[in-house]
């Protein structure tokens, strides 16, 4: 069964500073990944997506990630956090034979300190 | 534009009063899901729909139904609402050609009392 682990509930860094939020999954095929952002009060909004092209992701914001499938990881980063990326941030697995079935992890929130 | 509306944006009920949650999108997708959002728990699938008349439980349907009579409508009901069923919910759609990246609606926030 797919499932998704996020590392950390909640994590700070100071503005300017490297953010890291980390994703592992584990899936009987190769997955498609994604990062979702979610800001206060709004719905969900895609960060990136990897669907078994290039391992190294780019997405909106400077957001990119990258998928080791060695490591089931698929790890989130931006090299220099702004105010306005305070956000909860998901990882979700899917697996191209399940039509709409998409698994999320518990959810990381992001906090930027100026 | 391009989107998926959900209404009501924000509901409070009793326990047992049957209520509908609508979900509509205009980009012609085929597929559709419900989701729950709940703190330290992240979003779980309620159902989801591959086209039309073809729906399949999620990870936690209990106390749920949903219909898909037509491709851009995915309600979903609850009949006999309880506490626990307290939630942000988020419907979303994704076309059979996108490797399921899903399109979100803005969520319904449903109190149970």
């Known amino acids: 069964a797919q499932s998704v682990t996020q590392l950390g509930s909640h994590v700070s860094v100071s503005e300017g500073a490297l953010v890291l939020l980390r994703c592992n999954y584990s899936s009987s095929v190769p997955p498609y990944l994604f990062w979702y952002v979610q800001y206060p009060n709004q719905g969900l909004q895609l960060l990136l997506k990897?669907?078994?092209?290039?391992?190294l992701v780019k997405g909106i914001n400077d957001f990119e990630a990258e998928f080791k499938k060695s490591e089931t990881s698929f790890h989130l980063t931006k090299p220099s956090a702004h105010m306005s990326d305070a956000a909860e941030y998901f990882c979700a697995v899917s697996e191209d034979n399940q039509g709409g079935k998409l698994i999320f992890g518990q959810g990381t929130e992001l906090s930027v300190k100026p | 534009e391009a989107q998926v509306t959900q209404n009501p944006r924000y509901l409070i009920t009793v326990t047992g009063k049957k209520l509908t949650v609508t979900c509509s999108q205009n980009?012609?997708?085929?597929?559709m899901s419900w989701y729950r959002q709940d703190p330290g728990l992240g979003l779980r699938q309620i159902y989801y729909s591959m086209n039309v008349e073809v729906t399949d439980k999620g990870d936690v349907p209990e106390g749920y139904k949903v219909s898909r009579k037509e491709k851009r409508n995915f309600p979903l009901i609850l009949e006999s609402p309880s506490p626990n069923q307290t939630s942000l919910y988020f419907c979303?759609?994704?076309?059979?050609?996108?490797?399921?990246?899903?399109?979100f609606g803005p969520g319904t926030r449903l109190t149970v009392l």
């Open positions: 979303a759609s994704s076309s059979r050609s996108s490797h399921n990246t899903q399109y």
């Open positions: 980009m012609n997708h085929e597929y």
């Open positions: 990897y669907t078994s092209a290039a391992t």
